[in-house]
Structures are given as structure tokens and as C-alpha cells.
């Protein structure tokens, strides 16, 4: 009798044990589901000949604010070493929470109107973006961006 009773709570004791280990698990599954949500924007501005300097000039003095302040992590921007892009590509990558997210945030920065006062003064000696390219991209498991 003893050593029934013992061994029923050896029983619930591992059943218990079990649970745990398979409930921390579902959550590590559920954290890292949520942090792979995360997705990464590279977004490639191919300038108008000679409006490079503006579209730098923009981002620097007010673009990136915008976009924290809707929601869109500047993760940072670059410009290629090498002719002919070295005049007129500028590239940069932004972080967002999901891909519905980021439909979202775009839609709350182009509505901003801090944003359009930006974008008429960076545009008074005309038009900067001749073409915009975007890539939305999941990370890798060995990316430190994760």
C-alpha cells in the first residue's frame, strides 16, 4: 500500500514536472514566434541626378524622427562607395513589428503632417526620388538582428 501510494506521487510529481517543462516550452515557442513577427524593410531611393545631398539633408534633419515616431525603427542608412550609385542611391533598412504593421506605420508617416511640411521643404528646388525599390526580409536564426 505504501509503495503504491509512493509510487503515485512519483507519478504526479513527473506529471507535474512534465507539465512544467512542456508549458515553458510553449512559451519559449510563443516568445520566439512573436519576436520573428519582427520584419526588416531595406528600402533602396534611386535620386534624381545631383539630389542626393538633399535626400541626405532630409533624413538628417527630421525623416528618421518621423519615422520613430510612427512606429519604424531606422536601423540606419548608406550610400554605395562605388560609381555610378555613389551619385545616386541611397539605401536604408527599418524595423517593424510585423508586415500588417508596417502597412500600418507607412500609412500613419505619409499622413503626418510633420512629415509633408519635411518632405514640400526638402522638394522646393524640385522633385529628389526618381524610383523606390522595397524588400521586406525575415532574419536569419544566426542574425544578430533578431
Known sequence: M????????????????????????????????????????LRLYHTLPNRLTA??????????????KNHMNFIGG????DAPN??????YLLAHES??????NWADFVADPEWKVIQKASEADGKII?????????PMDFSPLR
Open 2 to 41: 505504501i509503495i503504491n501510494h509512493l509510487r503515485f506521487c512519483a507519478l504526479l510529481v513527473g506529471a507535474f514536472v512534465a507539465g512544467s517543462v512542456l508549458t515553458a516550452r510553449f512559451m519559449n515557442i510563443q516568445q520566439a514566434k512573436a519576436a520573428n513577427d519582427r520584419v526588416y524593410e
Open 78 to 81: 548608406w550610400v554605395p562607395q
Open 55 to 68: 535626400l541626405e539633408t532630409r533624413f538628417r534633419n527630421g525623416e528618421v524622427k518621423v519615422f520613430e
Open 86 to 91: 555613389h551619385e545616386n542611391l541611397f539605401v
Open 99 to 104: 508586415r500588417d504593421a508596417a502597412k500600418k
Open 130 to 138: 526618381e524610383k523606390i525599390e522595397s524588400t521586406f526580409m525575415d
